[in-house]
């Protein structure tokens, strides 16, 4: 019996919203179960929804985000207080965000170029959804205090792989293009350059989470215009603003 896409997306969305709720149950000192655990979940649950077409780089571009924002959901709970009355919040904001790059992740798959109105759709969710996993990402990493050197190296990989989605996704090719390739190795150097000298400033975690994923989101931001041949002035003053808005916000934020 073939199961209509709708409902596979549904079936996929309260299976890991599930997965989510069971491993929120327990202590922190089980990640090492529960997050490879939500990897093979999120990877299973999008083959069940996007199972028609996948081909070659598609094994890694239409599956990255659901595994990404379900680790990132998880460890970033712990950070909270363990109660129902932030559970379950957090559980109904996962279950809408999942089942939005679950969305996103089919109108890559199935060629968007057919619908300009629909593709635009998806790669924006799939984008804002990328800056919200990085700001998780980040405050987690930071809480961990770890020293300059494992921050940058940690977040160079973590833009790495998000840029390249990111980045494929403009043209949806078979293969990663080498314009594709160098734009990725060269938004992993920026983040990593500056994920080390923010390390050496004194700031709350969800501050240098902020910062981090706000220069990803401008950085990805321009890059993306400018291998989709649309970068404007008004484009980049826009995301140059937003820069200077956050880079206020850090200078206002430091506790020498």
């Known amino acids: 019996m073939i199961i209509e896409k709708r409902l596979r997306f549904g079936i996929a969305t309260v299976g890991l919203t ?3 709720l069971i491993s ?4 922190f000192d089980k990640a090492i179960i ?3 655990l939500l990897i093979i979940g999120s990877y299973a649950a999008s ?5 028609e077409g996948i081909e070659k780089i598609e094994w890694y571009t239409l599956f990255l985000m659901p595994a990404l924002l379900s680790v990132g959901m998880y460890m970033f709970y712990f950070l909270f ?3 129902w009355i932030t559970r379950i919040p957090f559980l109904t904001i996962y279950g809408v965000s999942i089942y939005a790059i679950l969305l996103s992740s089919n109108i890559f798959n199935v060629g968007a170029e057919k619908n300009l109105q629909l593709y635009r ?4 969710v799939n984008y804002f959804i990328q800056t919200m996993v990085f ?7 930071a809480s961990f205090h770890w020293g300059f050197l494992a921050n940058g190296i940690v977040f160079g990989l973590l833009s790495g792989a998000l840029a390249l989605q990111l980045y494929w996704s403009i043209r949806l090719d078979m293969h ?3 314009a594709v390739l160098n734009h990725t190795l060269l938004t992993t150097l920026l983040v990593f350059q500056a994920s080390l000298l923010l390390s050496f400033i004194p700031l709350q975690e969800s501050i240098f989470a902020l910062v981090l994923a706000v220069l990803y989101y401008c950085i990805a931001g321009l890059t993306h215009l400018h291998l989709d041949e649309r970068l404007f002035k008004h484009s980049v003053r826009e995301y140059v603003t937003i820069l200077i808005v956050i880079l206020a916000i850090l200078f206002l934020s430091i506790s020498w």
């Open 24 to 27: 929120t149950l327990f202590f």
């Open 121 to 124: 759709a998806g790669f924006s």
């Open 34 to 36: 529960f997050i490879p």
């Open 81 to 83: 207080p363990v109660r």
């Open 18 to 20: 599930l997965l989510l």
């Open 135 to 141: 700001f998780l990402f980040g405050n987690v990493i």
């Open 47 to 51: 083959f069940f929804s996007l199972y």
């Open 176 to 178: 990663v293009s080498r």
